[in-house]
T-cell receptor, first 111, second 114 residues
Framework: GQNIDQPTEMTATEGAIVQINCTYQ??????LFWYQQHAGEAPTFLSY??LDGLEEKGRFSSFLSRSKGYSYLLLKELQMKDSASYLCAVRHHEGNYQLIWGAGTKLIIKP | AAGVIQSPRHLIKEKRETATLKCYPI?????VYWYQQGPGQDPQFLISFYEKMQSDKGSIPDRFSAQQFSDYHSELNMSSLELGDSALYFCASSLTGGGGDEQFFGPGTRLTVL
C-alpha cells in the first residue's frame, strides 16, 4: 500500500532552524514534493526532489534519500509567517501524475 | 503571473442539491487535478485530466463527475449532495513534462452543504 508519515505538529522559535521529516512507502517512486499550506488557503509549491541529495532554495532546503524512503524539509531563519502546515507528497508512478499526500506537519513558530 | 482560477470561491447548498465547480488552469498547462480537503485533513485526490481526457481517478464518488473542455478549463459536477461533501475543493494545474511537473493550486472553492 501507499503510506507517507510525517509528524503531526512541531514547534520552533523565530530565527531558529527546524527540520520536518517525511518517510514514505509507495509502489514506485517518481519524485517527492513539499508544499506549504496556510489555514484555509491553497497549498503552495516549495520544492521537488527526484534524485538523492539536497536541493536548496533560499531559506528552505529539501533532502531526499530514495534508498531509505526518507526526505526532510529544512527551514532556516524562521519567521512568524512560516507558521503553516507542511505537506509531503510523493508521485508514485511514472506516467501517472497522482500525488500521494502525507497528512501534513503543523509548524508553530513562537517569538 | 497568471494563476489557477476557481469559481465560485464559496458555495452553500442543501442536501440532495447539485453543484458545479469551475477551474481555469494556468495558460499552457495541459493537466488539471481536483482535490477535496476536509478540515484538518490532507488533500484527497479526486480525478485528473490530461489534454482533455481523464488521466487518473482517485476517491471520487459516483455522484461526482468531471470533464475538461477544449479551452482546458475543467468542471466538477456534484449531485445528490450530502453533508459530508462539505469541504474545500482545490483545482491544480501542471505542465506535463515541464521538469518537476509541480502542481499549482487554485484558491479553492469552499462548499458548505446544509
Amino acid at each position: 500500500g501507499q503510506n507517507i508519515d510525517q509528524p503531526t505538529e512541531m514547534t520552533a522559535t523565530e530565527g531558529a532552524i527546524v527540520q520536518i521529516n517525511c518517510t514514505y512507502q509507495t509502489s514506485g517512486f517518481n519524485g517527492l514534493f513539499w508544499y506549504q499550506q496556510h489555514a484555509g488557503e491553497a497549498p503552495t509549491f516549495l520544492s521537488y526532489n527526484v534524485l538523492d541529495g539536497l536541493e536548496e532554495k533560499g531559506r528552505f532546503s529539501s533532502f531526499l534519500s530514495r534508498s531509505k524512503g526518507y526526505s526532510y524539509l529544512l527551514l532556516k531563519e524562521l519567521q512568524m509567517k512560516d507558521s503553516a502546515s507542511y505537506l509531503c507528497a510523493v508521485r508514485h508512478h511514472e506516467g501517472n501524475y497522482q500525488l500521494i499526500w502525507g497528512a501534513g506537519t503543523k509548524l508553530i513558530i513562537k517569538p | 503571473a497568471a494563476g489557477v482560477i476557481q469559481s465560485p470561491r464559496h458555495l452553500i447548498k442543501e442536501k440532495r442539491e447539485t453543484a458545479t465547480l469551475k477551474c481555469y488552469p494556468i495558460p499552457r498547462h495541459d493537466t488539471v487535478y481536483w482535490y477535496q480537503q476536509g478540515p484538518g485533513q490532507d488533500p484527497q485526490f479526486l480525478i485528473s485530466f490530461y489534454e482533455k481526457m481523464q488521466s487518473d481517478k482517485g476517491s471520487i464518488p459516483d455522484r461526482f463527475s468531471a470533464q475538461q473542455f477544449s479551452d482546458y478549463h475543467s468542471e466538477l459536477n456534484m449531485s445528490s449532495l450530502e453533508l459530508g461533501d462539505s469541504a474545500l475543493y482545490f483545482c491544480a494545474s501542471s505542465l506535463t513534462g515541464g521538469g518537476g511537473d509541480e502542481q499549482f493550486f487554485g484558491p479553492g472553492t469552499r462548499l458548505t452543504v446544509l
